[in-house]
């Protein structure tokens, strides 16, 4: 893509956001590691308007954004010898960090949705980034969790990324095969529920137990919980025989004794149970992420502490998985002072959330607030400069 022609000039609004961005790049700017060696895409009035740049270093990177001050920032997982060449061939790729983007929309779940910044949404996204770290990539990967850090992506999600040496190597489908398993795609009861010989032609279905790890073991806590409280119509719905489930609910003690050992036949009727579970299993812990993010190695994405130009909050790095409980990004992510206040008229009637605060403005009538709330408005020209 090629740089962008001039516009129109700009509104005074326009302005006002563009010199708040350029403070916090003066005071703040952001610096990836190995700069040098990632390739870099700026937007001004999209997301990417351009691509392909590269800056020899922190201070040449700082200048830029101080000078130009782009309302968006993208920044390459992969590393490059040459980050600013075209075509993608002449860049000579050296490998990428392992990322994974969650911006699942909680907006259909029972709340009071608020439109411009949702914390109930936000809260839910960052339950999922803490689940794929703590579930999959710590448990199930083995990965240690000092490799792995979350950002907040400066609007409706999160970011998990991971750096070492092991993961750069990781190819496009390799990282596909994680995609999948963080769905369960190509996870079936086949593969978990083993038929094992006992001897004398007898044999006994053998399945996970709760030492077991992975997707047997979400399939062993499903069932578990499951079997626990179920009633005969609960088993008739997940495929049992009604004679088959008044059984399997007399002698619940006995089944669940026999699952905790590993035994997933001690009863007949629960075959299409089991195969109803597993499903349920995938929808319960299943996780949804934006795959082009994780599997494209030309991917470029939000710079960490560069500000998002749709919201005026800093895609802020967290931390690790122990921190993100702990961060608060409508608290923790604000890119303007909050100490200084200034006057806008909405075009509609607002309700949102932000710095632990519930604003209610009135559409056409003017209010004083503070900058970061300004700017979240005027970011998303939902408000005009008094």
Same mark, same amino acid.
């Given at each position: 893509?090629?740089?962008?022609?001039?516009?129109?000039?700009?509104?005074?609004?326009?302005?006002?956001?563009?010199?708040?961005?350029?403070?916090?790049?003066?005071?703040?700017?952001?610096?990836?590691?190995?700069?040098?060696?990632?390739?870099?895409?700026?937007?001004?009035?999209?997301?990417?308007?351009?691509?392909?740049?590269?800056?020899n270093?922190?201070? !040449?990177?700082?200048?830029?954004?101080v =000078?130009?001050?782009?309302?968006?920032?993208?920044?390459?997982?992969?590393?490059?010898?040459?980050?600013?060449a075209?075509?993608?061939?002449?860049?000579?790729?050296?490998?990428?960090?392992?990322?994974?983007?969650?911006?699942?929309?909680?907006?259909?779940?029972?709340?009071?949705?608020?439109?411009?910044?949702?914390?109930?949404?936000?809260?839910?996204?960052?339950?999922?980034?803490?689940?794929?770290?703590?579930e999959?990539?710590?448990?199930?990967?083995?990965?240690?969790?000092?490799?792995?850090?979350?950002?907040?992506?400066?609007?409706?999600?999160?970011?998990?990324?991971?750096?070492?040496?092991?993961? +750069?190597?990781?190819? !496009?489908?390799? +990282?596909?095969?994680?995609?999948?398993?963080?769905?369960?795609?190509?996870?079936?009861?086949?593969?978990?529920?083993?038929?094992?010989?006992?001897?004398?032609?007898?044999?006994?279905?053998?399945?996970?137990?709760? &030492?077991? =790890?992975?997707?047997?073991?979400?399939?062993?806590?499903?069932?578990h &919980?499951?079997? /626990?409280?179920?009633t005969?119509?609960?088993?008739? /719905?997940?495929?049992?025989?009604?004679?088959?489930?008044?059984?399997?609910?007399?002698?619940?003690?006995?089944?669940?004794?026999?699952v905790?050992?590993?035994?997933?036949? !001690?009863?007949?009727?629960l075959?299409?149970?089991?195969?109803n579970?597993?499903?349920?299993?995938?929808?319960? =812990?299943?996780?949804?992420?934006?795959?082009?993010?994780?599997?494209?190695?030309? =991917?470029?994405?939000?710079?960490?502490?560069?500000?998002?130009?749709?919201?005026?909050?800093?895609?802020?790095?967290?931390?690790g998985?122990?921190?993100?409980?702990?961060?608060?990004?409508?608290?923790?992510?604000?890119? &303007?002072?909050?100490?200084?206040?200034?006057?806008?008229?909405?075009?509609?009637?607002?309700?949102?959330?932000?710095?632990?605060?519930?604003?209610?403005?009135?559409?056409?009538?003017?209010? /004083?607030?503070?900058?970061?709330?300004?700017?979240?408005?005027?970011?998303?020209?939902?408000?005009?400069?008094?």
């Open positions: 893509m090629n740089e962008p022609t001039p516009q129109a000039p700009p509104s005074k609004e326009e302005l006002w956001v563009t010199e708040r961005i350029r403070a916090f790049y003066k005071a703040k700017p952001p610096c990836p590691s190995e700069v040098s060696r990632r390739e870099f895409g700026f937007g001004f009035q999209k997301k990417i308007d351009y691509r392909h740049k590269a800056f270093g922190c201070e !040449a990177l700082r200048d830029f954004l =000078r130009e001050t782009p309302r968006y920032v993208s920044c390459s997982a992969a590393y490059y010898d040459l980050p600013g075209r075509p993608m061939e002449r860049k000579g790729y050296r490998g990428a960090d392992l990322v994974f983007d969650l911006d699942t929309s909680y907006a259909h779940e029972l709340h009071e949705h608020l439109e411009l910044v949702c914390p109930y949404c936000l809260n839910r996204v960052k339950q999922d980034a803490q689940q794929l770290v703590e999959f990539l710590v448990k199930d990967f083995g990965l240690s969790s000092q490799e792995i850090w979350v950002n907040y992506s400066g609007s409706k999600g999160f970011h998990i990324h991971m750096q070492s040496q092991p993961v +750069r190597e990781l190819s !496009a489908e390799a +990282r596909r095969q994680l995609l999948g398993y963080l769905t369960g795609e190509g996870v079936s009861l086949e593969r978990i529920l083993v038929k094992k010989q006992l001897g004398q032609g007898r044999f006994k279905l053998a399945g996970p137990t709760k &030492a077991s =790890r992975g997707w047997p073991r979400k399939l062993y806590n499903t069932a &919980a499951f079997l /626990e409280k179920c005969v119509k609960d088993l008739t /719905e997940r495929g049992a025989r009604k004679v088959d489930a008044n059984k399997i609910v007399e002698n619940r003690a006995f089944l669940l004794k026999q905790e050992e590993g035994n997933w036949d !001690a009863m007949p009727g075959r299409k149970v089991w195969a579970l597993l499903e349920a299993a995938k929808k319960l =812990r299943g996780l949804e992420v934006d795959q082009g993010v994780t599997f494209d190695l030309a =991917r470029i994405l939000r710079l960490e502490d560069s500000i998002h130009g749709d919201t005026g909050l800093v895609a802020k790095k967290a931390g998985a122990s921190e993100l409980e702990k961060f608060d990004p409508l608290k923790h992510a604000l890119s &303007a002072n909050p100490k200084q206040f200034a006057s806008v008229v909405p075009n509609s009637d607002l309700k949102f959330q932000l710095m632990e605060q519930t604003f209610e403005l009135k559409a056409n009538e003017k209010v /004083e607030v503070p900058d970061p709330v300004a700017l979240l408005l005027l970011c998303k020209k939902r408000a005009t400069l008094a």
